[in-house]
């Protein structure tokens, strides 16, 4: 297993270019997410989905989208980048919690690094 | 919201040395704590988690948390830490059997530098 991918691992962009990140898991989790890391802040989620053609906002949304159309992959647009858009981007992935004693843990992606000038 | 709070932002620790690190979360009920390492330019590995069950969790490589619930607190422990140990220390909450995706708030990270 392969486990969570990240495509590309590294961008540069200029402000107003648009782009998209793919995040792949091969193993048949339910839930993925998209996290953003930035210096001193730790890890803030932008985007989730609970399954296959769903999605849904987390702490940081704004000027990002999402799509999952397949349960394996989710994408992360970035309409038109900014600055303040340079970032470590990192996906997870995780089982859905049909049974609260069922434990769960999100396993992370290689990270992709974005600098937008 | 939740919060998770991470006290020590960089530590600097000499070989063989113990190591605590703080983390506090504002949450009340019934949660879920994780310890996440990310070493230098690798993605975020699990060290550690507590569901249930006995608040004294081993992991991975030597470490071990203590689930305090009357003081919110998950801090991490190892006794004696080596070189290799340097890296940045991610402590995260989930609010249990709420659903809604299982999000995972994070703390803010802890530097975490060994040296020889």
């Known amino acids: 297993n392969a486990g969570v991918t990240q495509t590309p691992k590294f961008r540069v962009l200029k402000t107003g270019q648009s782009m998209t990140l793919l995040c792949a898991q091969d193993m048949n989790h339910e839930y993925m997410y998209w996290y953003r890391q930035d210096p001193g802040m730790g890890l803030r989620l932008i985007h989730y989905s609970v399954g296959e053609g769903t999605t849904a906002k987390g702490e940081v949304p704004d000027g990002y989208n999402v799509s999952r159309l397949k349960k394996q992959n989710f994408l992360l647009g970035l309409e038109s980048a900014a600055p303040s858009q340079t970032s470590v981007y990192f996906c997870?992935?995780?089982?859905?919690?049909?049974?609260?004693?069922?434990?769960?843990?999100?396993?992370f992606g290689p990270g992709t690094r974005l600098t937008v000038l | 919201a939740q919060s998770v709070s991470q006290h020590n932002h960089h530590v600097i620790l000499s070989e063989a040395a113990s190591l605590e690190l703080g983390c506090n979360y504002s949450?009340?009920?019934?949660?879920?704590l994780f310890w996440y390492v990310q070493y230098p330019g690798q993605h975020l590995q699990l060290l550690l988690k507590?569901?249930?069950?006995?608040?004294l969790v081993k992991g991975i490589k030597g470490f071990e948390a203590e689930f305090i619930k009357s003081k919110f607190s998950f801090n991490l422990r190892k006794p004696s830490v080596q070189w290799s140990d340097t890296a940045e220390y991610f402590c995260a909450v989930k609010q249990g059997a709420t659903g809604g995706g299982n999000k995972l708030t994070f703390g803010t990270g802890t530097q975490l530098k060994v040296e020889l």
């Open positions: 997870a992935s995780s089982y859905s919690m049909t049974d609260r004693m069922i434990t769960d843990t999100q396993y």
């Open positions: 507590y569901f249930s069950g006995d608040p």
């Open positions: 949450y009340g009920g019934t949660v879920n």
